[in-house]
């Protein structure tokens, strides 16, 4: 009964008559993981994480075992960015359940953000040999591939880019309209020497999201690595047709322009920024 009344509460943005309806009750009954559970989510609603967190422990105090509280504590952490006590939590669930997605692309995401890459991957793995159809488990799954590559690039496995390519053909395939998909698509392209593909989708991306600083700059940096200052120096120069002024987009710019032998541009465009 009073999940519904809270649930009400919420849904007519009144959070703290939900807070004080469930705080009635922890007087009542301070024993009860429920309520504290509750008042943890209604807390997480109103985006003190921190106060959430430690409504969660409550209930846990009371049940260690206490599914719900857990998986919130969990989600909490996860959205807070603190990846790390969000594994520690995750690791505490029965490992016997079947929660499947979102959890399980959730926590293999935990374990990519504090350093187990090879485990994230095989979560990853996992979950599209149980559902191909899942778009972020192979985005997910090409991220490691990356990180593989971004952090040793001289000694990765041969193959490790291009796995990563087919894991993000996958994933775009599923969700084309997914920026960050395209985005890392684009990167991985243009680290593999495809730049006229990696180009096509950088062009796709300045059509669809031209206010986004990142399109701009990551495509000058996929040209500048191919050895391309000058097509770098002309990328920046749209760019700043549609988001005039940018300080940062001002100074890549004047850099591609410096290595691009036009020093006038590059002085006028720092004077700028």
């Given at each position: ?5 809270v649930?009400?509460?919420l849904e007519?943005?009144?959070p ?21 559970n ?10 003190l ?21 857990l ?83 001289s ?7 291009r796995?990563?390519?087919l ?11 997914e ?49 391309n ?36 541009a ?8």
């Amino acid at each position: 009964m009073i999940d519904s009344i809270v649930h009400f509460y919420l849904e007519k943005d009144l959070p703290a008559n939900a807070a004080e309806l469930v705080q009635r009750h922890i007087d009542a009954d301070p024993y009860n993981g429920a309520y504290w559970n509750t008042i943890g989510q209604i807390y997480r609603h109103l985006g003190l994480n921190e106060k959430a967190i430690w409504a969660f422990d409550f209930s846990l105090a009371i049940d260690e075992h206490d599914l719900a509280a857990l998986l919130n504590k969990f989600e909490t952490q996860y959205e807070a960015g603190d990846y790390h006590g969000a594994r520690e939590t995750f690791s505490a669930v029965d490992k016997d359940l079947a929660l499947g997605q979102p959890y399980t692309n959730m926590y293999a995401w935990t374990l990519y953000e504090t350093g187990f890459v090879k485990e994230a991957r095989n979560m990853y793995r996992d979950t599209v040999n149980e559902d191909p159809e899942d778009a972020e488990a192979w985005y997910g799954m090409a991220l490691t591939y990356m990180r593989d590559v971004e952090e040793n690039p001289s000694t990765a496995p041969a193959g490790t880019l291009r796995a990563a390519l087919l894991c993000l053909q996958k994933a775009v395939l599923l969700q084309p309209e997914e920026q960050q998909y395209r985005m890392l698509q684009a990167e991985a392209l243009g680290l593999d020497g495809h730049v006229m593909e990696s180009n096509e989708v950088y062009i796709d991306l300045s059509k669809r999201f031209p206010l986004d600083p990142e399109v701009w700059t990551e495509w000058a940096w996929m040209l500048r690595n191919n050895g391309n200052d000058e097509a770098a120096a002309i990328v920046l120069s749209k760019s700043l047709e549609h988001i005039a002024g940018n300080p940062e987009l001002l100074y890549f710019y004047a850099a591609a322009c410096f290595r691009s032998h036009q020093p006038g541009a590059a002085i006028e465009a720092l004077e700028q920024a």
